[in-house]
């Protein structure tokens, strides 16, 4: 019976709408745990712990606070599109779904499968990556050495080497699995209670650090690394560090925008799962989680730049940074110049350097496992449209997750995570990983800005049908956003500093690209010659609710 057509599960009705039938999801995240779900994507203290000390690095005369406004204002767009083509699509599967009922299978694989599934393996080992090089050992290290207690300080530094790296993926990919099979109920409880911890540790934080000058921040700095035996840390961080010219420049600070655009671009991740959003229907609604989320990230990110720009000093940012990326020898500091370590310094006492380490664990433990939930409800759909195996889209009818697919992407990190672990170099093949993502989004986006012309039934007096004069909403910010993705892309193969124009961060895109082309080409053949069945038929219709 599965064999006679591509879309025996989903039928379509008259006047353009589609008939929906249970995929055995059910709606147990609301519009507030969507918002949240969205702002921990973005994630402004995990993602944005290391970009100020990169943006500054890479362009010293960028302003900091207006490239993530510049970074948000793209993205504010990104997220209208994405609330408009939800409300008019509202499925699981996100990306692909929006790629694929616009433009075909062969887009959504190539591109969405790639972003949402495939790259999301690579992205547990960087998760655990950063799980233990951001989050757990520079926290041990500092606390060890304000308690003068040398077994936290090993601690730290084990989880700085391979064994602990690998532990610390194994951990993350552990509660992921743990936390996605148990169900969105209990994940968006465990999601509010992480957010919350967190968003009070930071907002201690940015109080503090917005009633302490430069120069308290110099004495409690001074006062902090004599603890680590530096004496006169700020002068001799800056005079080992290295100066430059800090004037603005309008051009670095446009290029800084698409660093900073590397943590914005996620305001609408909930998509994903829209198929178990309630009220996903509603653009009012959808703007509030999307379009809400990042604007509160982006703003956020624009006042810490602010902050840490008056508090610590641009040449400040430079110089730890410089020393901490260029691996220099003679780095007086005890750990990365992160978000978290600045933070701390600020408060000086021991207490603020708890305070950040709950911050980061609490907001890490969250963001670690949205790429599971994600890539598992895209592979879900694909199931669905024939191109991944039927097993894929089956659904727990206890936990109502689809169990097997998160086995199977479970397991398939191990790999990466090994190879985070044990291959020094690996990490050098993944700096490609944010343009790869940002030119999928692209993708999506100029499909919602297609979409009233590609699939006009759907589109007219629906959800998404609004418009400034005759032109839709949805394809003037479309239009708008794709041209910064385009921008991003030209500097990225242009520029050297980016990073991603050498053979490893070309190769990386080109393997990831290449499997997701491998695995549709197969599909197709195979459901053609084996099931006999054309899967493209299943293109015309959304996959079941």
């Known amino acids: 019976m599965e064999a006679n057509t591509a879309s025996t599960q989903i039928a379509a009705s008259s006047g353009g709408t589609y008939a929906r039938k249970s995929s055995g999801l059910v709606k147990d995240f609301s519009q507030l745990d969507a918002w949240i779900y969205n702002v921990i994507a973005m994630n402004l203290v995990v993602n944005g712990a290391l970009t100020f000390g990169i943006i500054t690095v890479t362009y010293p005369r960028a302003s900091l606070w207006l490239a993530f406004l510049i970074g948000g204002f793209f993205c504010t767009l990104e997220a209208v599109v994405y609330a408009l083509i939800t409300a008019a699509m509202p499925r699981s599967g996100g990306d692909y779904v929006f790629q694929s009922r616009v433009f075909g299978g062969a887009v959504g694989t190539l591109f969405a499968f790639t972003f949402a599934c495939v790259a999301q393996v690579v992205a547990m080992g960087i998760n655990g990556f950063v799980f233990a090089t951001v989050i757990m050992s520079p926290f041990l290290a500092l606390l060890g050495g304000i308690y003068h207690a040398n077994w936290m300080i090993e601690v730290g530094t084990w989880f700085a080497g391979k064994w602990g790296i ?5 951990f993350c990919t552990a509660f992921a699995a743990a936390i996605n099979i148990k169900g969105l109920k209990w994940y968006a409880l465990i999601q509010r209670i992480c957010f919350w911890v967190g968003g009070a540790c930071l907002l201690v934080l940015l109080v503090t650090t917005l009633f302490t000058s430069h120069d308290t921040f110099v004495s409690h700095y001074n006062s902090f690394m004599s603890s680590f035996g530096t004496e006169n840390a700020y002068q001799v961080t800056l005079s080992s560090g290295g100066s430059t010219d800090t004037s603005f420049s309008l051009w670095q600070t446009l290029l800084a925008a698409i660093i900073a655009s590397y943590v914005l671009i996620y305001p609408a991740w909930s998509a994903m799962q829209a198929g178990e959003v309630r009220q996903a229907k509603s653009v009012r609604r959808n703007l509030n989680a999307m379009v809400g989320a990042e604007v509160f990230t982006f703003g956020l990110l624009a006042l810490i730049a602010v ?10 940012l430079y110089a730890s ?7 220099a020898e003679n780095n007086p500091l005890p750990v990365p110049p992160f978000l978290g370590f600045l933070f701390a310094v ?3 006492a021991a207490i603020f350097v708890w305070i950040g380490f709950v911050m980061f664990f609490a907001w890490g433990l969250t963001i670690f496992s949205n790429g599971a939930l994600g890539a598992t409800r895209a592979a879900l759909v694909m199931a669905q449209d024939r191109i991944l195996p039927s097993a894929f889209a089956k659904v727990n009818p206890r936990t109502h997750t ?11 990190t191990i790999p990466a995570s090994i190879a985070f672990a044990f291959w020094s170099n690996f990490a050098s093949y993944t700096i490609s990983y944010f343009i790869m993502n940002i030119t999928a989004i692209g993708v999506t986006i100029l499909a919602g800005a297609v979409f009233p012309f590609r699939r006009p039934l759907l589109f007219k007096g629906g959800a998404a049908d609004h418009r400034i004069g005759r032109v839709p909403v949805i394809t003037i910010a479309g239009a708008i956003f794709v041209a910064f993705v385009i921008f991003v892309d030209v500097m990225a193969l242009t520029h050297d500093e980016l990073g991603v124009n050498g053979s490893n961060g070309l190769i990386f895109l080109g393997v990831l690209f290449g499997f997701s082309a491998l695995v549709y080409i197969t599909a197709r053949l195979y459901r053609r010659f084996h099931d006999h069945i054309d899967i493209s038929a299943a293109y015309s219709e959304l996959p079941v609710e």
């Open 307 to 316: 902050l840490i720009t008056h508090t610590v000093g641009q040449h400040f």
């Open 321 to 327: 940074g410089n020393l901490f990326l260029s691996g």
């Open 402 to 412: 689809p169990v097997f697919a998160i086995g199977v992407y479970t397991l398939l």
């Open 346 to 348: 600020a408060g000086k």
């Open 166 to 170: 690998f532990f610390s993926c194994l």
